[in-house]
């Protein structure tokens, strides 16, 4: 609850398919927090008869017209719950003041423990791990007020913290205003112009920091940028991918989409259009940073399906290293390689039909591609380097001397005539002789027949599918 600015909170731990089967048919369904602790909802201020203290959902007293309240509890000064005359909760009525429908109220001179109070609060109520938030379409876009909804299916705890949540906005309004808006309105997840996913780990964190949030979320609400929103941004159903996006929705704008896995929503950067792979909606997979050994070649990202740095995942071609779950999720019929070095961005694609990237990679077994090097030396540019023999490229490729460098996408070169000890690589997820530092980008060995000398260059690299 939210009193003159000061918001407090509490929780009750409440196994439920929703809200709705906890109180829509009426029945009264009891909780065991306290009277003290449904009192700090209020604060200082806040007061209650000594008796009755019937608390949880749909509590209300046995006489016609006492105090009631959905969630909440009920106090008296007779020892019974019939003629209860004070209340703490949210969707309340009754005697004394029915005008309080979220806060406390508490009668004059029945023994409540801090006198007569009238206090109406901005109530909010939060379940497991998702926001809904409600607007008004109007000039100003003013905030109507913050509910919940359900949006997959999980066993649910009825908690006031959040935890690996979403911000998710739904217009409710004129739909008059806009064309689009005469459509069925979908959900977006994670407006990417003024919200920010939210993962906090650890509930009492959560706690500590729901109050920041919640006042920049009402901030984010009033500002300006709002008044420029459609529907068209707005309302973003989820795809299984950015291909499906493009092609089926008909989005061509490069921006944050959410992805469907499973029951997971996530919302990943889709790049729209030709950046250098070809036209329509590519998926990101993966971010490398080459002076990282996040994703070197034995690490065991290739072959887990465990994400990493989620947040990564919705920024463009930056230096922030992510794995997304489409890693192991995302079927596809081209991959898009791109290698960044003295941000210069170069980018080359692959014809390649498979399940996911995990089903080529994960097993560590090789399989060929047929770029030839002259494409895979497109990556690095001018100053790429590789030896003349061996030219073995693809996934999972690796000298058959252990050491040596290897690439779990990419080509390697040696000075002989074989791919036994190779000294040279351009790739994506690499390591070996001779410098095993350089994750992604390019090595080639001093002296070695190198085509243009030594080299020891680390790229940002990015893997997207499509």
Known sequence: MKINQQLRFIVINKQASSLHSLIADGKYRNTALGRNTWKKLIGSQSSLQANCNKEGFNAAGSSKGSSKAR??????????????????????????????????????????????????????ILRNCFWHIFFRRSK????????????????EL????????????????????????????????????????????????????????????????KNPILKILTCAVLFISPASSCKEHYEKYKRT??????LIFGSQNIPVYCHMGNFG?????????????????????????????????????????????????????TPFSKICLGM??????????????????HSLIADGKYRNTALDRNTWKKLIGSQSSLQANCNKEGFNAAGSSKGYSKARIGMLGNNEKDCGTTDSRIGFGTGGYQDDTITCGNYAIKGHTSDNGEKHIKAM???LVQ
């Open 71 to 124: 969630i909440g509890i009920l106090g008296n000064n007779q020892k019974h719950c019939a003629t209860t005359d004070s209340r703490i909760g949210f969707g309340t009525g009754g005697y004394q003041d029915d005008t309080i429908t979220c806060g406390n109220d508490a009668a004059k001179g029945q023994t409540s423990d801090n006198g007569e109070k009238h206090i109406k609060a901005m109530g909010y």
């Open 158 to 221: 009825l908690q006031v913290f959040i935890t690996a949540a979403f911000l998710l906005l739904t217009v409710n309004g004129d739909k008059s205003s806009s064309p689009a808006c005469a459509k069925p309105y979908d959900q977006m997840m994670a407006c990417n112009l003024i919200c920010n996913m939210i993962q906090d780990s650890d509930a009492n964190d959560a706690m500590k920091m729901l109050q920041t949030k919640l006042e920049g979320l009402i901030a984010a609400m």
């Open 253 to 258: 704008k490069s921006q944050v989409y959410p």
């Open 277 to 329: 792979c070809g036209d329509g909606g590519w998926t990101l997979a993966m971010k490398i940073d080459g002076k990282k050994k996040t994703f070197h070649y034995d690490s065991k990202f290739w072959s887990d399906k465990n994400v990493f740095n989620l947040p990564g995942g919705k920024t463009g071609f930056d230096s922030e290293e992510t794995k997304l779950p489409t890693y192991w999720n």
């Open 461 to 463: 690299g990015y893997i």
């Open 140 to 155: 100003t876009f003013s905030l109507n007020f913050i509910k919940l909804r359900q949006l997959v299916k999980m066993s």
């Open 340 to 357: 960044k070095i003295n941000q210069q961005l170069r980018f080359i694609v692959i014809n390649k039909q498979a399940s996911s990237l």
